[in-house]
């Protein structure tokens, strides 16, 4: 890859000493280099930063790790062989934050593959339930896909469309399921994601502006009459689906008749299925409402509105159980 030479990359170690946070530390290296291009120059960052060398690793079962001294001026990386091009990134950017986060402090830090999560769901836990371990994904994942950066991408697309997710995996160099967390974290859009292997559920998750909770749960089959479900070996095109196929009933706020479904076919079984809930505006059911004139009709309206849903959703799950 080729570099402007007018910018050359900086990593002055010195201005990272006052910073708390993971987010914060990634910030202030973003602010030292405000012209960085993508996907991160993860590797001069390595070699600037201090670390002398980067090797595979053959101790079983461990995916990474960082020796380095007291000081923490010098320090070698090994990384797990045989690892994909992009989790080897993501391991890299791990073990680069065990070494760049002031306060983490040891000597040797040894990583299993289940601390090392490119799908890190670090938001929202209390300070004391913030691990190292997970303080260092969220270096990885800020560094890797930093937010403004990200963002600016996410804000030019009008409707959410896994083609735009693919690209920006390739444009940040990162995993699929990593740029798909990272787009659950910062997207504002009622979103969520399910994750599956031969037609079950692994997990989902939704966006912060996702109200709906989804029926299907850990362990259980896509649902029959969900294009998900479908064999294949592309992505399939953004498609309306009967929202009572997916969503559970919300008890404030009426569930739409349809909503968007896509799916992309990865290998080996692998699936991830997206939701957007496209009309959301206009479903809202405001609790907060004074009983005045104006508001008892609004009260009235969205009533109405949620009894038609909720009488239309019974008819079809009674549907669902005779199946
Ligand atoms: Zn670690």
Redesign the pocket.
Same mark, same amino acid.
């Given at each position: 890859m080729t570099r402007s030479a007018s910018s050359p990359l900086l990593l002055d170690l010195m201005e990272l000493e006052d910073h708390k946070t993971p987010s914060d530390v990634v910030e202030e290296i973003l602010r030292q280099n405000p012209d960085l291009t993508y996907p991160t120059p993860l590797e001069r960052f390595v070699e600037l930063a201090g670390i002398e060398s980067i090797s595979e690793l053959t101790t079983d079962g461990f995916e990474?790790m960082?020796i380095t001294n007291a000081e923490k001026s010098r320090g070698a990386i090994m990384v797990k062989a045989g690892v994909s091009p992009r989790r080897r990134r993501f391991t890299i950017a #791990?073990?680069l934050? #065990?070494f760049l986060l002031p306060w983490h402090r040891q000597q040797k830090?040894s990583?299993k593959s289940s601390? /090392?999560k490119d799908s890190a769901q670090n938001r929202g836990l209390a300070p004391d339930l913030v691990s /190292?371990?997970t303080e260092?994904n969220a270096f990885a994942s800020e560094l890797l896909m930093p937010s403004s950066a990200f963002k600016s991408f996410i804000d030019d697309f009008e409707t959410p469309n896994l083609l735009n997710l693919t690209n920006l995996s390739d444009t940040f160099d990162v995993s699929f399921e990593a740029t798909v967390h990272r787009y659950k974290a910062l997207s504002d859009k009622p979103l969520a994601f399910i994750f599956s292997h031969n037609h079950i559920v692994r997990y989902w998750v939704k966006t912060q502006d996702m109200p709906y909770t989804l029926k299907v749960r850990k362990d259980h089959a896509l649902p029959l009459r969900s294009a998900s479900r479908n064999d294949g070996n592309s992505m399939t095109d953004l498609e309306t689906i009967a929202a009572h196929v997916w969503l559970e009933p919300h008890s404030e706020l009426a569930l739409p008749r349809n909503i968007l479904e896509q799916t992309i076919h990865q290998s080996a079984g692998y699936k991830v299925t997206l939701l957007y809930v496209e009309n959301l505006f206009g479903l809202e059911y405001d609790q907060t409402v004074d009983f005045d004139d104006e508001a008892d009709h609004e009260l009235e309206f969205n009533q109405e509105v949620i009894y038609e849903q909720a009488s239309e959703y019974s008819v079809d799950a009674a549907f669902d159980e005779s199946i």
């Open positions: 990474g960082l #791990h073990e934050g #065990h830090f990583c601390d /090392i /190292i371990e260092a």
